[in-house]
């Protein structure tokens, strides 16, 4: 149930572990936004099992945007297979968290839209300091 106020859903976040979970509750914290984000924990399932509990969750919910942890995981492939033949879906691989706060603000986008800028901002959100670099 959806409260008061809050934003509605507009994307899954899976990844192994509390990697959703984690990235969520950081996003409530600074933005007081994480109710547009649903997340999915992945533990001992294989891909198929994966592509059954995502594809559950975008039937349930309407959403079409997925952010997954890993490029080669095993969330990213059971995505890619559901996704496959959706004109209307994006899937970000390697999610993180200045991604994720990009996407909650971009209301004025169309979730899969949103997703697509969110995925440029967080790719140069990413840098490395010290040792010459």
């Known amino acids: 149930m959806q409260r008061a106020g809050a934003p509605a859903p507009r994307a899954i976040v899976a990844g192994h572990g509390e990697f959703a979970a984690g990235l969520i509750s950081a996003v409530q914290a600074i933005t007081g936004r994480g109710g547009a984000l649903i997340p999915v924990a992945i533990r001992d399932l294989c891909v198929q099992d994966i592509e059954t509990l995502l594809r559950d969750r975008m039937v349930a919910t309407g959403v079409r945007v997925i952010f997954t942890d890993l490029q080669a995981g095993s969330c990213t492939m059971a995505a890619r297979r559901i996704l496959h033949g959706m004109d209307d879906a994006v899937l970000v691989a390697g999610a993180n968290l200045p991604t994720l706060l990009d996407f909650v603000f971009a209301e ?16 140069n959100a990413i840098t490395a300091h010290g040792a010459g670099a």
Do not use: D, I, M, S
């Open 108 to 123: 004025e986008r169309t979730a899969p839209e949103a997703a697509r800028h969110a995925a440029e901002r967080g790719r």
